[in-house]
T-cell receptor
Framework: TQLLEQSPQFLSIQEGENLTVYCNSS?????LQWYRQEPGEGPVLLVT?????EVKKLKRLTFQFGDARKDSSLHITAAQPGDTGLYLC????????FGEGTQLTVNP | NAGVTQTPKFRVLKTGQSMTLLCAQD?????MYWYRQDPGMGLRLIHY???????AKGEVPDGYNVSRLKKQNFLLGLESAAPSQTSVYFC????????????FGPGTRLTVT
């Protein structure tokens, strides 16, 4: 079974701060996806990273795939209350495996 | 274009009762999935389907059955509900398999008392 561990599990910060969320595994993935989930809704895809070392930017969000394709990080610059939500990473191995999620709260 | 829809949104069952959750997608996707989401455990795959008429077990299939008689619909059944099945259930679909984006429904909150 391929496992993905996310850290931290909970993160509460003030508006304007920067943060990084980590997604780690001992397994190699062909690609890795990041989703955001808001209360009462299903997850929505933010980005897919495919190549080891790849960096993708989505406005204030920066996603990086580890060189060995076993880990990934999500960095948010100048967080805003609208960034509040559950962030899930998912690795594509024999099937898509989800991490436990990071619950982010950005306080005004 | 509604995407992925799930019915019902909420349900309360007593132990031993049965029910069926319905998922429908209008994106002509081949793959469909049922997940459960519990606090601190992320999304766990229950069953999935790679096409009409086919189903396969996921990570936590015990106590659940599924059927995919039509390409656009994927049903999840609980034959004899147990309190351990209290969870939020999400249906998802994707164009093809594991590397493709999954589109999720809004979820069904099930409580078994």
């Amino acid at each position: 079974t391929q496992l993905l561990e996310q850290s931290p599990q909970f993160l509460s910060i003030q508006e304007g701060e920067n943060l990084t969320v980590y997604c780690n595994s001992s397994s190699v993935f062909s690609s890795l996806q990041w989703y955001r989930q808001e209360p009462g809704e299903g997850p929505v895809l933010l980005v897919t990273v495919v190549t080891g070392g790849e960096v993708k930017k989505l406005k204030r969000l920066t996603f990086q795939f580890g060189d060995a394709r076993k880990d990934s990080s999500l960095h948010i610059t100048a967080a805003q209350p609208g960034d509040t939500g559950l962030y899930l990473c998912a690795g594509a191995g024999s099937r898509l495996t989800f991490g436990e999620g990071t619950q982010l709260t950005v306080n005004p | 274009n509604a995407g992925v829809t799930q019915t019902p949104k909420f349900r309360v069952l007593k132990t031993g009762q049965s029910m069926t959750l319905l998922c429908a997608q209008d994106m002509n996707h081949e793959y469909m999935y049922w997940y459960r989401q519990d606090p601190g455990m992320g999304l766990r795959l229950i069953h999935y389907s790679v096409g009409e008429g086919t189903t396969a077990k996921g990570e936590v299939p015990d106590g659940y059955n599924v059927s995919r008689l039509k390409k656009q619909n994927f049903l999840l059944g609980l034959e004899s509900a147990a309190p351990s099945q209290t969870s939020v259930y999400f249906c998802a679909s994707s164009y093809r398999g594991r590397s493709y984006e999954q589109y999720f429904g809004p979820g069904t909150r099930l409580t078994v008392t």
